[in-house]
């Protein structure tokens, strides 16, 4: 089945960095793009970033775009993002979902999604 | 990019029919078929309902229904029962991006 795990969040101070990785099983990896989307405590969700299936082509939401960087490794089916200068407003849960169809990128149609790892910033 | 617009909340008796709203500009909702509608329990991650405005994934019931007319897509949840109570977000493509509603606390009195 499809089952995607991310992993790397963490209490960090303003300004950090922090690296949080998705692993996916249970699909093709290579075929489908998958996305960040980050939720707030108590808030509602913002998408945050898309790297293309292929690795070709990537997508952020301006509230982080020159900030994070979203990358993937199709020979390890992993999904990263790279969070730089973070600020309390970046404090959320961060999910990696997964577009429900093959070879396609900025399509909101998220199919499955992970449990979520949760970024603290806080001095 | 300013969220799209829904509703906080709504509300309605078991049985009954409820909408909730999500309304944007013609460079998002009005301007494509990209809607998509999401429900969420607390403490649980969001489940797809309803894509590309009124696409039903496999193994959604039937009493959810989405449309769109002009820059406002909506959900319709008819039949309503107490498991319906949830939070539902509606998001869209606007070309270069995606943007999710504010969401929406359903609530079965």
């Known amino acids: 089945q499809v089952q995607l795990v991310e992993s790397g969040g963490g209490v960090v101070q303003p300004g950090t960095s922090l690296k949080l990785s998705c692993s996916a099983s249970g699909f093709a990896f290579s075929r489908y793009s998958l996305h960040w989307v980050r939720q707030a405590p108590g808030k509602g969700l913002e998408w945050v970033a898309v790297m293309s299936y292929d690795g070709s082509g990537t997508y952020y939401a301006d509230s982080v775009r020159g900030r994070f960087f979203v990358s993937r490794d199709n020979s390890k089916n992993t999904l990263y993002l790279q969070l730089n200068n973070l600020t309390n407003d970046d404090m959320a849960l961060y999910y990696c979902?997964?577009?429900?169809?093959?070879?396609?990128?900025?399509?909101?149609?998220?199919?499955?999604w992970g449990q979520g790892t949760l970024v603290t910033v806080s001095s | 990019q300013s969220a799209l617009t829904q509703p906080p909340s709504a509300s309605g008796f078991p049985g009954q029919s409820v909408t909730i709203s999500c309304t944007g500009s013609?460079?998002?909702?009005?301007?494509?078929?990209?809607v998509s509608w999401y429900q969420q329990f607390p403490g649980r991650a969001p489940k797809l309902i309803i894509y590309e405005v009124n696409q039903r994934p496999s193994g959604v019931p039937g009493r959810f229904f989405g449309s769109k007319s002009g820059n406002t897509a909506t959900l319709t949840v008819s039949a309503l029962q107490a498991e319906d109570e949830a939070d539902y977000f509606c998001?869209?493509?606007?070309?270069?991006?995606?943007?999710f509603g504010g969401g929406t606390k359903l609530t079965v009195l």
């Open positions: 998001n869209s493509y606007t070309g270069k991006s995606l943007l």
């Open positions: 979902v997964r577009v429900h169809r093959e070879r396609k990128v900025l399509l909101p149609n998220f199919d499955y």
């Open positions: 013609s460079s998002d909702v009005g301007g494509y078929n990209y």
